[in-house]
């Protein structure tokens, strides 16, 4: 089977998606890039996380054509490929409709600085593309465009992308912004956050630069 072993990955962390609670039902989806093989995983469109298998997974080149596999690719393809070709390092892609990051993402707020573990994103601020149709192209530019260099986006009135240089990165930096967001809210509901400044966030990005163990993901701090 191609690329199987970046299928089983799907399979793995798309049932860790639905668990942890950032994709409810058959919402979100995820991927994997092979840059050897310019191809890309993905998982299937309406399939639950636990039902999916590994032959479900699609493969797909970065135009979408499929190169293996029976199943529909989620309709978000396009918001996967173009991180890939427009950020050389991503390779995994993470979607969700997170309840807190989609709160922000309805109101068209960024998620800001509130903890300093929104570095994890290569950011101080998360910004929000503005509301596009699910399933677009027009949707995948104006995220990608709106990104800039953070390894994240809010997706008005829909939810969040995250990408990484694998799947685990990328999965962790979504359960992150998730927490931040979920910070933000609450404290909100009780006053004014207190906001990293960008001087305060330069000194915890340069840190995260030598955290953790060498040729790890981070997964927490």
């Known amino acids: 089977m191609l690329m199987q072993e970046e299928r089983e990955l799907i399979v793995e962390y798309g049932k860790k998606l639905s668990a942890s609670g950032l994709c409810p039902g058959t919402s979100g989806n995820i991927s994997i ?11 299937p469109s309406g399939i639950d996380y636990f039902e999916t298998k590994p032959e479900d997974v699609v493969v797909t080149d970065l135009e979408a054509n499929i190169v293996d596999g029976n199943r529909k690719p989620s309709s978000e393809w396009a918001l996967h490929t173009i991180f890939y ?18 709160t922000f993402a309805v109101l068209g707020q960024p ?5 300093y573990v929104i570095g994890d994103a290569n950011t101080d601020t998360v910004p929000c593309a503005p509301y596009c149709t699910f399933g ?27 990408c990484g240089k694998d799947i685990r990165s990328a999965f962790s930096l979504a359960n992150n912004l998730e927490y931040v967001a979920k910070l933000q809210y609450q404290a909100m509901c009780i006053g004014k956050p207190n906001i990293l400044n960008h001087e305060q966030m330069e000194k915890v990005l340069e840190k995260f630069k030598g955290y953790g163990q060498p040729d790890s993901s981070r997964t927490g701090y």
């Open 111 to 115: 998620i800001r600085a509130v903890h």
């Open 136 to 162: 677009t192209v027009e949707l995948a530019e104006k995220a990608i465009k709106v990104c800039g260099d953070s390894n994240a986006v809010l997706l008005a009135n829909h939810g969040i992308v995250t």
């Open 85 to 102: 070709k427009n950020k050389p390092e991503a390779r995994a892609v993470v979607h969700t409709h997170s309840v807190y990051c989609t």
């Open 33 to 43: 890039y092979n840059a050897e093989k310019k191809l890309m995983a993905i998982s």
